[in-house]
C-alpha cells in the first residue's frame, strides 16, 4: 500500500510542528472530577496532573494521550499509563506513566529520556515511500507476507522525525504466524530498526487434567495474547458449540488474555478457556513426542501446526482429528459423567489419526481398521508417558481421565466387555474400537511382559494366549518399532498378520534381527494368537 501525495502532504502538515508540540506548550486536559470508581478517578486526576506540568512531561500543543493501563495500590495510590500521540500520529517513545498519591497528587513521573532531546529537535517532511517494499526484503523468512505501512512521529531515539512503521504479517517455516515490524526514514527511506512482530510467551494454565502448567503463547503487538503457538505452530479456538461437520480451519474464535493466565483447573468448568489450556498443552506435547522421539515434525512431517478446536457441539462426548480442515475437534463430554474431551492420552490418541493417515492410510474397516485404532491408542498413551506429568501419569489405561475409570485397557482389553484379547478368524468383524484391543494387548506384552505387574501405582495382570511368559523390553523401545513398522512397512490393508511382519521388519532394522528385541516382537505377537 504506498499513500497518496494528498494524503502524505495532510501528514506532513500534521506532523511538521512536532519539535513545539513536545517543547511543552500547555493544552486543555480533562478536568478531574468525581468519578464512579477508583479507576476512572486515577485517570482524570492522571489527565489533569499532564496538563499541569506539561513541562514534566514534554506535553504540548497537538497532543493527545491514550490510555494504556492503570495500576492501583493498596494505599490508594495510582499508576497510570499513557501513549501519545500528535495530530492523530503515534509517538513512538512517547509513553509516559504518572505517579499519583491517594490524593491525586502527582508524586512522580516516568518517561522515554528521549524526550528532553526531542524537544529541541525538527521533523522534515516526508519524501520517502512507505517502506512497504524495504520492510518485505527485510523479513525473507516470512512467507505469504502481506505489509502494512504506518506514519509515526519517531522519537525513541532522541531525533523526532517522520518514520515509516510497517507490519509485514505471513507464516513461517513451521506455519506458524511469523512477522517483522520495519522502521524506516520517512525522509531518506533509511531503516531505522526492525524486530520480530510475534513475541513467544510463556502462560501460566490452568488446566482442567494436568494442574498448573506453563503453556507457550504469542504476545500481541498491541498488548494481551492469543493461545497461538509460536513454536510448533498451532492455534487453539473456541469453536462456539457449532458442530464438527461445520468447523473449517477459519472458524471458530482465538483464545485471548490481558494477562497471560488462562483458565480456572475445574472440570465441567463455565470458564471457557480451562478446556484450551488443556488441549494446547496436549497438542503440544503431542507435537513434541513425535518430533523428540521420533524425528517427526508435526503431524504431515511439514513442520506444520494444526488449528485445534474446543467447544464442538452440545453435549457431544467425543473429539476427532480431521484431515479436511487439518484440525483437531474436542467436544464438552456428556454434561454430567464425562467433561471434556481434552486429557492428554485422548488428545495423543486423536492426532496419531493424522500421523497414520499421511503415513500407511491404514483402512478404517476389518483388521486394518482395528490396527488403526490401536496406533492411535499406542501413541496417545506414549504421549502420556512422554509428558511425565504429575497430575497425569502414565499408564496402560486410555482416556481414563475423561472416561473413569477408563475407556479402554492394555494388559486385559477384554476387561471392558467388548474387545478382544487373542487374534480370531472374527477379529476383523468386530468394531475397530474393539479388534484394536489384539494390538492393544500385543504393546502391552511387548512393553511390561506378562503376569501381575504394578506401574505407577496401577496394578495390572496381562495373561498370554497361548498360556506362554513373555518378558519386556519396554515400551519406548516398541513404539520405535511400532512407529518404523507404520511409516516404513505397513500399507492401507495391513492385517495383524501383516502388522507381524511390518513390526519384526523394524526390529530387524533398528536391534538385529535375532536381538532380544526382536525376539520380545515376536513372542508378544506369538502371545496374542497372531503367528
Same mark, same amino acid.
Given at each position: 500500500?504506498?499513500?497518496?501525495?494528498?494524503?502524505?502532504?495532510?501528514?506532513?502538515?500534521a506532523?511538521?510542528?512536532?519539535?513545539?508540540?513536545l517543547?511543552?506548550?500547555?493544552?486543555?486536559?480533562?478536568?478531574?472530577s468525581?468519578?464512579?470508581?477508583?479507576?476512572?478517578?486515577a485517570?482524570?486526576?492522571?489527565?489533569?496532573?499532564?496538563a499541569?506540568?506539561?513541562?514534566?512531561?514534554?506535553?504540548?500543543?497537538?497532543?493527545?494521550?491514550?490510555?494504556?493501563?492503570?495500576?492501583?495500590?493498596?494505599?490508594?495510590? +495510582?499508576?497510570?499509563?499513557?501513549?501519545?500521540?500528535?495530530?492523530?500520529?503515534?509517538?513512538?517513545?512517547?509513553?509516559?506513566?504518572?505517579?499519583?498519591?491517594?490524593?491525586?497528587?502527582?508524586?512522580?513521573s /516516568?518517561?522515554?529520556?528521549?524526550?528532553?532531546?526531542?524537544?529541541?529537535?525538527?521533523?522534515?517532511?516526508?519524501?520517502?515511500?512507505?517502506?512497504?517494499a524495504?520492510?518485505?526484503?527485510?523479513?525473507?523468512?516470512?512467507k505469504?507476507?502481506?505489509?502494512?505501512p504506518?506514519?509515526?512521529?519517531?522519537?525513541?531515539?532522541?531525533?523526532?522525525?517522520?518514520?515509516?512503521?510497517?507490519?509485514?504479517?505471513?507464516?513461517?517455516?513451521?506455519?506458524?504466524p511469523?512477522?517483522?515490524?520495519?522502521?524506516?526514514?520517512?525522509?531518506?527511506?533509511?531503516?531505522i530498526?526492525?524486530?520480530?512482530?510475534?513475541?513467544?510467551?510463556?502462560?501460566?494454565?490452568?488446566?482442567?487434567?494436568?494442574?498448573?502448567?506453563?503453556?507457550?503463547?504469542?504476545?500481541?503487538?498491541?498488548?494481551?495474547y492469543?493461545?497461538?503457538?509460536?513454536?510448533?505452530?498451532?492455534?487453539?479456538?473456541?469453536?462456539?458449540?457449532?458442530?464438527?461437520?461445520?468447523?473449517?480451519?477459519?472458524?471458530?474464535?482465538?483464545?485471548?488474555?490481558?494477562?497471560?493466565?488462562?483458565?480456572?483447573?475445574?472440570?465441567?468448568?463455565?470458564?471457557?478457556?480451562?478446556?484450551?489450556?488443556?488441549?494446547?498443552?496436549?497438542?503440544?506435547?503431542?507435537?513434541?513426542?513425535y518430533?523428540?522421539?521420533?524425528?517427526?515434525?508435526?503431524?504431515?512431517?511439514?513442520?506444520?501446526?494444526?488449528?485445534?478446536?474446543?467447544?464442538?457441539g452440545?453435549?457431544?462426548?467425543?473429539?476427532?482429528?480431521?484431515?479436511?480442515?487439518?484440525?483437531?475437534?474436542?467436544g464438552?463430554?456428556?454434561g454430567?459423567?464425562?467433561p471434556?474431551?481434552?486429557?492428554?492420552?485422548?488428545?495423543?490418541?486423536?492426532?496419531?489419526?493424522?500421523?497414520?493417515?499421511?503415513?500407511?492410510?491404514?483402512?478404517?474397516?476389518?483388521? +486394518?481398521?482395528?490396527?488403526?485404532?490401536?496406533?492411535?491408542d499406542?501413541f496417545?498413551?506414549?504421549?502420556?508417558?512422554y509428558?511425565?506429568?504429575?497430575?497425569?501419569?502414565?499408564?496402560?489405561?486410555?482416556?481414563?481421565q475423561?472416561?473413569? &475409570?477408563?475407556?479402554r485397557?492394555?494388559?486385559? &482389553? /477384554?476387561?471392558?466387555?467388548?474387545?478382544?484379547?487373542?487374534w480370531?478368524?472374527?477379529?476383523?468383524?468386530?468394531?475397530?474400537?474393539?479388534?484394536?484391543?489384539?494390538?492393544?494387548?500385543?504393546?502391552?506384552?511387548?512393553?511390561?511382559?506378562?503376569?501381575?505387574?504394578t506401574?505407577?501405582?496401577?496394578?495390572?495382570? +496381562?495373561?498370554?494366549?497361548?498360556g506362554?511368559?513373555?518378558?519386556g523390553?519396554?515400551?519406548?523401545?516398541?513404539?520405535?518399532?511400532w512407529?518404523?513398522?507404520?511409516t516404513?512397512?505397513?500399507?492401507?490393508?495391513?492385517?495383524?498378520?501383516?502388522?507381524?511382519?511390518a513390526?519384526?521388519?523394524?526390529?530387524r532394522d533398528?536391534?538385529g534381527?535375532?536381538?532380544?528385541?526382536?525376539?520380545?516382537?515376536?513372542?508378544?505377537? +506369538?502371545?496374542?494368537?497372531?503367528?
Amino acid at each position: 500500500m504506498t499513500p497518496t501525495p494528498s494524503f502524505r502532504r495532510a501528514r506532513v502538515a500534521a506532523a511538521v510542528a512536532v519539535v513545539a508540540a513536545l517543547a511543552g506548550a500547555t493544552v486543555p486536559a480533562a478536568a478531574a472530577s468525581a468519578a464512579p470508581g477508583m479507576r476512572e478517578a486515577a485517570i482524570s486526576q492522571a489527565r489533569a496532573n499532564v496538563a499541569r506540568n506539561a513541562g514534566v512531561f514534554g506535553f504540548g500543543t497537538g497532543q493527545d494521550l491514550v490510555l494504556k493501563d492503570v495500576v492501583l495500590d493498596a494505599d490508594g495510590a +495510582s499508576h497510570v499509563r499513557f501513549d501519545r500521540t500528535f495530530q492523530g500520529l503515534p509517538v513512538v517513545g512517547g509513553d509516559l506513566v504518572v505517579h499519583q498519591d491517594a490524593k491525586g497528587k502527582l508524586k512522580d513521573s /516516568s518517561r522515554a529520556a528521549a524526550h528532553d532531546a526531542a524537544v529541541k529537535s525538527t521533523v522534515p517532511k516526508v519524501t520517502a515511500q512507505s517502506g512497504a517494499a524495504g520492510a518485505l526484503a527485510a523479513a525473507p523468512g516470512v512467507k505469504e507476507a502481506v505489509s502494512t505501512p504506518e506514519l509515526v512521529v519517531w522519537a525513541a531515539d532522541g531525533t523526532p522525525r517522520l518514520a515509516w512503521r510497517t507490519t509485514v504479517e505471513g507464516t513461517g517455516d513451521h506455519g506458524q504466524p511469523a512477522g517483522k515490524v520495519v522502521v524506516t526514514d520517512a525522509t531518506t527511506g533509511e531503516q531505522i530498526e526492525s524486530y520480530d512482530a510475534e513475541h513467544q510467551a510463556v502462560g501460566t494454565g490452568n488446566s482442567e487434567y494436568t494442574g498448573t502448567i506453563g503453556i507457550d503463547t504469542t504476545a500481541k503487538s498491541g498488548g494481551g495474547y492469543t493461545l497461538t503457538d509460536p513454536v510448533r505452530g498451532h492455534v487453539t479456538k473456541d469453536a462456539n458449540n457449532l458442530s464438527a461437520s461445520s468447523l473449517k480451519a477459519a472458524s471458530g474464535t482465538t483464545f485471548n488474555s490481558t494477562t497471560n493466565v488462562w483458565g480456572d483447573g475445574k472440570k465441567f468448568s463455565s470458564d471457557r478457556a480451562t478446556a484450551a489450556v488443556d488441549a494446547h498443552a496436549n497438542t503440544a506435547w503431542t507435537y513434541d513426542y513425535y518430533k523428540n522421539v521420533h524425528g517427526r515434525s508435526g503431524i504431515k512431517n511439514d513442520g506444520k501446526g494444526a488449528t485445534v478446536f474446543v467447544h464442538v457441539g452440545t453435549n457431544w462426548d467425543n473429539a476427532q482429528w480431521s484431515d479436511a480442515c487439518f484440525c483437531m475437534m474436542t467436544g464438552d463430554g456428556d454434561g454430567t459423567t464425562d467433561p471434556e474431551q481434552v486429557d492428554l492420552d485422548t488428545m495423543g490418541h486423536e492426532m496419531t489419526h493424522g500421523v497414520t493417515s499421511a503415513t500407511a492410510n491404514l483402512r478404517y474397516s476389518g483388521e +486394518s481398521g482395528g490396527l488403526n485404532e490401536a496406533t492411535s491408542d499406542i501413541f496417545g498413551t506414549m504421549v502420556e508417558w512422554y509428558a511425565n506429568n504429575s497430575v497425569d501419569t502414565g499408564d496402560y489405561l486410555f482416556s481414563d481421565q475423561s472416561t473413569p &475409570p477408563w475407556l479402554r485397557r492394555f494388559d486385559k &482389553p /477384554s476387561l471392558d466387555g467388548r474387545s478382544a484379547d487373542c487374534w480370531s478368524s472374527s477379529v476383523g468383524k468386530l468394531d475397530v474400537h474393539n479388534s484394536s484391543g489384539v494390538g492393544n494387548h500385543w504393546f502391552y506384552l511387548a512393553s511390561e511382559g506378562s503376569g501381575s505387574k504394578t506401574i505407577n501405582g496401577v496394578t495390572y495382570n +496381562s495373561p498370554t494366549c497361548n498360556g506362554s511368559t513373555v518378558t519386556g523390553i519396554g515400551n519406548q523401545k516398541v513404539a520405535k518399532i511400532w512407529y518404523r513398522a507404520l511409516t516404513v512397512y505397513m500399507t492401507s490393508t495391513t492385517t495383524y498378520k501383516g502388522a507381524r511382519t511390518a513390526s519384526l521388519n523394524a526390529a530387524r532394522d533398528l536391534y538385529g534381527a535375532g536381538s532380544t528385541e526382536y525376539n520380545a516382537v515376536a513372542a508378544a505377537w +506369538s502371545g496374542v494368537n497372531v503367528s
